[in-house]
């Protein structure tokens, strides 16, 4: 599904990844593991075109993702979650729900201004859809509710909502379950292994939460200093010399 | 703000499950029974008021079109403009030269100095789509620095320094108005047309986008809003609004002049949508009463210096209202009607 290859970025001097490549597989869920500063959330802005490659190549479904606009990749099906939450604070819940239904929608200015049928009857279908939504994560209480001032572990399940009305088929979350609590933390990785299923998503996850990781993954690549270290399953990965090291040093 | 608190009082109302739609009239909320209130005043008040209270009241009306404009792109899309009196300007003047030139009856003006206006800010949009800020802001000043000299300088067409000077639409006879009711119920239709085809737009997708842009323009993006496009239309649409509101000060004062657009008119029309209230409903509306009276009450309070009581008044109102007098408003609808649900 996923296909990335020798890809690498530079910031100035600093090569944020370096020949990096690996692949996803329908239905995967794929852990990105490594110390701060690996290059995990650089990857995820090379998927989503938030930075240009300096070299390599992303093909998703067979397509060169590296072609397209930044915007254009939610409508393939692409969808992410920010590290340190990335919601509109003043719209309500279901605003930001409904803005993630932005690529299926089609109302321009003109139909908008002027209340079309065509408008009312893809409203009501786009206000149905994020229902469902936020049915689905528990978040129907604070629909209503603007972004900003929710607690901190709701508003990470509004960008998951918000993420699913895009109706993905990859799920990119950055750091999901950071700065939630143990209980908090087991929840999300039941809804998480739950809405997989039922969405049938692909799923590339950054976490630092190593008990989450293993817990929820399938496959784990672990990265140092732009490069590729590890990759194989979460136990494999976890005794991987190199891994340790990159986490703790070696040894004195 | 105000929709925020708007949005957490809605909550408060047995919200649970999806709410039964409520035809067309759904595009006026939140708080419909406002609208239709101020609305039986508006309708009422040319009736009650001696001439001269009426034409003011017209000007609120044409501001508060031009502040809709501005409210679109600075209050809902988090853009800046400075430079929005040259396409009030632009409107009053394709307004002006139809009906000087050609004798064009009034109300084909007003689709055509849209038009014109639409196509000027989609131009000026493209470039504006690409800056930030303060760039934006400068960039758009400009154009209003432009413009003067501009007029002055094709004089054959817009009339040079002495302006153009036009006879104002006269009532038909089987109304009964005066003209000064005439030219604002005239006035009052644009407004309440311009203020529909917003709550359109903002209740859309399209004002969810502009709404994205402006909280989180990184997030809107990789949810898929085109940037530059929704940012050029936005431009775009608010130059259409401050164009259609330049065409309604044709009819209504009869006369322009590259000095009635200078830019301070820019910048009084910034100043008075966010006197008015950023983004909110009721914003344009109040800051084009700001707009229309303040000043001329600075005047009464000293003749030496309305600038100084003006921006005196500014400050005082922000100090006391900082998400504007829509804010404010809100605050007191709010408790008003909490006390009526209580009886």
Redesign the interface.
């Known amino acids: 599904m996923l296909e990335v290859r020798d890809l690498t970025v530079r910031f100035g001097g600093i090569t944020a990844l370096d020949g990096v490549g690996c692949t996803v597989e329908q239905g995967e869920m794929v852990g990105l593991i490594g110390p701060n500063g690996a290059g995990k959330t650089t990857l995820f802005n090379c998927l989503t075109r938030r930075y240009d490659a300096d070299s390599g190549s992303i093909r998703y479904q067979g397509r060169d993702l590296l072609a397209l606009p930044p915007h254009a990749i939610a409508g393939l099906g692409i969808a992410r979650t920010f590290q340190n939450l990335g919601l509109f604070s003043r719209m309500s819940v279901r605003d930001n729900v409904l803005v993630g239904a932005h690529p299926h929608s089609r109302t321009g200015f003109l139909s908008a201004a002027l209340w079309l049928p065509v408008l009312r009857g893809e409203e009501a279908r786009l206000r149905r859809e994020a229902d469902r939504v936020l049915e689905r994560l528990d978040l129907a209480d604070v629909a209503d509710h603007p972004a900003a001032g929710l607690p901190f572990g709701t508003l990470k399940r509004v960008e998951l909502a918000r993420a699913l009305a895009s109706r993905p088929r990859l799920l990119l979350l950055d750091e999901p379950v950071n700065g939630l609590n143990q209980a908090e933390v087991a929840e999300f990785a039941t809804t998480l292994r739950e809405i997989r299923e039922e969405w049938d998503l692909t799923v590339i996850v950054v976490e630092h939460h190593m008990g989450f990781v293993m817990g929820t993954c399938d496959r784990v690549v672990c990265l140092d200093f732009g490069r590729k270290i590890a990759e194989g399953p979460p136990e494999e990965v976890q005794r991987d010399p190199a891994v340790i090291e990159a986490y703790l040093g070696t040894p004195a | 703000?105000s929709?925020?608190i708007e949005?957490?009082e809605?909550?408060t109302a047995p919200?649970?499950g999806?709410r039964p739609?409520r035809s067309?009239l759904r595009?006026l909320e939140p708080r419909g029974h406002w609208v239709w209130i101020a609305l039986a005043i508006a309708l009422i008040l040319p009736f009650q008021l001696v001439p001269f209270r009426v034409f003011q009241l017209t000007m609120v009306l044409v501001y508060a079109v031009a502040l809709l404009g501005l409210n679109l792109l600075v209050g809902h899309g988090g853009q800046i403009s400075l430079g929005h009196g040259a396409f009030f300007a632009v409107g009053a003047y394709t307004a002006a030269i139809m009906m000087d030139r050609w004798d064009t009856p009034y109300p084909w003006t007003l689709p055509v100095a849209a038009a014109v206006t639409f196509v000027l800010g989609l131009a000026l949009g493209v470039p504006a789509a690409r800056l930030h800020g303060l760039y934006l802001a400068l960039v758009t000043l400009a154009i209003a620095i432009f413009l003067v000299p501009l007029l002055k300088r094709f004089e054959d067409v817009t009339g040079g320094s002495m302006g153009l000077t036009l006879s104002k639409p006269q009532p038909p006879s089987w109304t009964g108005l005066a003209e000064d009711q005439w030219l604002y119920f005239l006035a009052l239709a644009v407004a309440v047309a311009a203020f529909?085809?917003?709550a359109?737009?903002l209740?859309?997708?399209?004002?969810?986008?502009l709404?994205?842009l402006?909280?989180?323009e990184?997030?809107?993006?990789?949810?898929?809003?085109?940037?530059a496009f929704y940012k050029t239309?936005a431009f775009a649409?608010s130059a259409l609004l401050a164009g259609a509101a330049g065409c309604v000060y044709t009819w209504v004062i009869g006369f322009v002049s590259p000095d009635s657009f200078t830019v301070n008119l820019s910048i009084t029309l910034l100043a008075g949508i966010v006197v008015g209230g950023l983004?909110s409903q009721a914003g344009p509306v109040l800051g084009g009463l700001f707009v229309m009276f303040v000043p001329s009450f600075a005047q009464d309070i000293n003749q030496g210096a309305p600038g100084v009581i003006f921006g005196l008044l500014i400050i005082v109102v922000m100090y006391v209202a900082p998400t504007g007098l829509a804010g404010l408003a809100g605050r007191a609808v709010r408790s008003f009607d909490r006390t009526l649900r209580k009886e």
């Open positions: 703000m929709e925020a949005t957490r809605k909550s919200a649970s999806p739609a067309w595009f529909a085809l917003v359109g737009l209740r859309s997708r399209v004002g969810r986008a709404h994205a402006r909280d989180n990184i997030a809107a993006e990789v949810m898929g809003v085109r940037l239309l649409w983004g």
